[in-house]
């Protein structure tokens, strides 16, 4: 279903190039005018091959693409209201800034009165003003960065589109240049779509991600939703750390892993089905050996500034990974302690869709079970 606030919506997109194996496999999705949104995946996995689409560099092989209700399809790159900041930025060495930023006004062959107030108003934004007779050469990393923004914003796209625009920054500026997109975007009020295989730049900007994997959307949600409820492991493990080990779930709330059962929070599985659990480094305690639900030997610590990342096997083999302000010695045995609610439990091979439906029916019957409780 989609209604006003859709700008861009894939219908059971696929995209092969000749007859080889499909880059894109039936990917349906939706985005909302004015977020922030995220394709994030590892290379080769389609993220690039989506902002293609939805520029109009290339058609889908199946299915259909909307922009704002209408099928475009076959609708040229020029006649969309989308422009595109690309990865070397692709400005003109031979122009200076203004030229850079005025050269698509130029071609629309506006009034050079409109493109001197157009070129100054996207420089102002992008905080560039009074460099407009810089030569490119003579701008730094993170100023080519901005114009290439200015030239793509001065089109007034309803989207804009940016294919790893930080990945040829040092650490320092990319930082820098991820809180000024940021809120570039909030004060544009447009969408913004960003492309990168790096998960903590993508859980620091986004509104909404979009994890790939293979030329399919694996799940789609706001940064806590994924790093929170991964739903399966590839997520688990593209999205930060995570300690993933076999399971079964026993019951509803009761799981078994590592040879022991614990309580948890997750429900709606079959009796006995095998699942697959995540816990965070972040949500393991180191205690005494006494006092934690698993014991586990200490094999490494590695000291990473804010806290120790401290590798332990348990007795029944699993390797968990903890990170403790507390330092450990190798070879020691520890206890590891976490909550009901640390522990993610994932069916194998679930769809987005399945994962949704499921949390919904076992939402219905939580509540009915609750009710049944007040009445009592
Ligand atoms: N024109 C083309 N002809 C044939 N194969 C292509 C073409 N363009 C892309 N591909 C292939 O499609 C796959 C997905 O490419 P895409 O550029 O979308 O990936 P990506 O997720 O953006 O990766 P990266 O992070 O490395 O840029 C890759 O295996 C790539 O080799």
Redesign the pocket.
């Known amino acids: 279903m989609s209604d006003n606030n859709t700008i861009i919506r894939f219908e059971h997109v696929t995209k092969r190039?000749?007859n080889?194996a499909p880059?894109l496999n039936d990917v349906s999705f939706e985005i909302e005018r004015g977020k922030f949104y995220t394709l994030l995946?590892?290379?080769?996995?389609?993220?690039?091959?989506?902002l293609?689409l939805i520029a109009g560099f290339?058609e889908p092989s199946e299915g259909s693409i909307y922009f704002n209700g209408k099928r475009i399809n076959q609708v040229p790159a020029n006649r969309r209201q989308v422009n595109t900041v690309f990865q070397d930025y692709a400005l003109f060495p031979h122009l200076n800034v203004f030229e850079n930023v005025a050269f698509g006004l130029r071609i629309k062959k506006l009034k050079n009165d409109v493109i001197t107030n157009k070129v100054r108003e996207a420089l102002r934004f992008v905080n560039l003003e009074g460099y407009e007779s810089r030569e490119i050469t003579e701008m730094s990393g993170g100023q080519r960065q901005r114009v290439a923004i200015a030239r793509a914003i001065v089109n007034e796209p309803e989207i804009l589109l940016l294919?790893?625009p930080l990945s040829a920054l040092d650490l320092k500026l990319r930082t820098e240049m991820q809180y000024e997109l940021r809120e570039l975007q909030r004060r544009l009020g447009i969408t913004f779509i960003f492309?990168t295989?790096d998960q903590e730049e993508a859980l620091a900007m986004s509104d909404e991600i979009f994890v790939?994997n293979k030329?399919n959307i694996q799940q789609s949600g706001t940064p806590t939703d994924i790093y929170d409820e991964p739903i399966n492991r590839f997520v688990a493990d593209f999205i930060g750390e995570s300690n993933i080990v076999v399971g079964r779930m026993k019951e509803d709330y009761v799981v078994e892993f590592a040879g022991r059962t614990f309580e948890c929070v997750d429900g709606g599985f079959n009796k006995d089905e095998q699942v697959e659990i995540v816990i965070r480094p972040e949500d393991l305690e180191m205690t005494k050996p006494e006092n934690g639900k698993l014991k586990a030997r200490v094999d490494t610590q590695l000291f990473r500034g804010v806290h120790y990342e401290i590798s332990a096997y348990d007795e029944a083999g699993n390797e968990w990974l903890v990170h403790s302000t507390k330092k450990a010695t190798v070879d020691e045995w520890i206890g590891l302690d976490f909550d009901p609610e640390a522990i993610h439990v994932m069916r194998f091979n679930e769809t987005e869709e399945e994962f949704d439906r499921r949390l919904e029916a076992y939402a219905e019957t939580d509540e009915d079970e609750e009710e049944v409780v007040h009445v009592r």
């Open positions: 190039f000749d080889d880059i995946g590892p290379s080769g996995c389609g993220k690039t091959t989506i293609r290339m294919d790893e492309v295989h790939l030329g």
